[in-house]
């Protein structure tokens, strides 16, 4: 059987908040990323949708949010993933572990992944992250562009995505999934933990096998899904059609306006996106001011009034140094 033609490591994460200021108060103003786009949820507009990343916006180190206030708490179990980790820079661990116990973050005991040290962190809504100094190898895939406005300096600033990690029912089929048809390799098994990723691409997913747990469900504090690169549409249309041949059911090709996504979930229920890397967040905004003003897609502009009306304000934190 001839090789799939596999993705290259992580685009975003998207993530389920509660109330939006909130989450711009952790997110933009403890952690220090870009808010480099705000905007609503295409499919359900009344709602918001903000992403955080590197000062571009590049693919690989933007973690996205819709707040969605009034959903119930997650059901933690299989099928869904339970943590999203960001690599921040080596050596850097202890500042931040000193800067999020000065702003009361709720933090974990420092533990080792695959020989990186790691720190685990919960957000105001419950999401559970992880700090992880990465050794660097496939970090080098990614591009990573300081802020210059942020409130964490440039050296200790969070790199992008490092990974997330997975509930599976059956491990085994999962993991069939993510090496035939999307092109991972089976890195290793630590603990109950098997990582999965790419020895030229950033991201990783660690799989637990949970046969014994509940189907997990999305709430405040979960991940809604994880979404993995493509070098362009043609890529694109490759990967779906592997994913079809496996008995998956993409979407079609939708165009999201700064990328296009295609949809399906894996064996085992988490829903992956596949998305490319350009245009890009400057597509519709001035590079230098992204993320300032609320940008809607084009077929919604006609709508600006109402769904303005329907957002609560949200402003870029102050104080935060
Ligand atoms: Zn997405």
Redesign the pocket.
């Known amino acids: 059987m001839p090789l799939p033609r596999g993705v290259n490591g992580l685009h ?1 994460i ?1 993530a389920i908040s509660g109330p939006a200021q909130e989450n711009i108060d952790f997110y933009a103003g403890i952690l220090g990323m870009h808010l480099v786009k705000r905007s609503v949820n295409q499919d359900d507009p009344g709602t918001y949708h903000l992403f955080y990343a590197d000062a571009e916006g590049s693919p690989g180190t933007d973690l ?1 949010f819709f707040p969605w206030a009034m959903a119930a708490p997650p059901r933690i179990g299989h099928g869904l993933a339970v943590e999203t980790s960001l690599e921040i820079p080596a050596g850097s661990l202890e500042y931040w572990s000193a800067r999020l116990t000065r702003y009361g973050v709720r933090t974990g005991p420092v533990d080792m992944r695959f020989g990186d040290r790691s720190l685990p962190v919960i957000d105001t809504h419950d999401f559970r992250l992880a700090l992880v100094e990465g050794a660097g190898g496939p970090a080098s895939y990614r591009r990573f562009t300081p802020w210059d406005r942020s409130s964490v300096p440039a050296e200790r600033q969070i790199r992008g995505l490092y990974g997330a990690r997975l509930w599976e029912r059956n491990i085994e089929v999962t993991a069939g999934f993510l090496t035939g048809v999307l092109g991972f390799e089976r890195l290793g098994r630590e603990q109950e933990w098997t990582r999965f990723g790419f020895k030229n691409a950033a991201g990783f997913v660690d799989v637990r096998d949970t046969p014994g747990e509940r189907r997990g469900g999305w709430g405040v504090g979960a991940v809604h ?1 994880l ?1 993995w690169r493509v070098d362009d549409e043609v890529h694109q249309l490759a990967v779906r059609s592997q994913v079809e041949a496996a008995g998956g059911h993409p979407t079609p090709v939708i165009d999201r306006f700064w990328f296009k ?1 295609v949809y399906f979930r894996e064996p085992g229920g988490v829903l992956f ?1 596949i ?1 490319t890397d350009g245009p890009g967040f400057a597509t519709d905004e001035d590079p230098a001011r992204l993320g300032e003003t609320l940008v809607l897609p084009p077929w919604l502009e006609a709508q600006r009034d109402r769904i303005e009306s329907m957002l609560p304000p949200i402003a870029l934190p102050v104080g935060t140094d």
Do not use: P
Request: glycine fraction near 0%; aromatic fraction near 0%.
């Open positions: 975003h998207t996205t899904h979404a996504s996106e998305a």
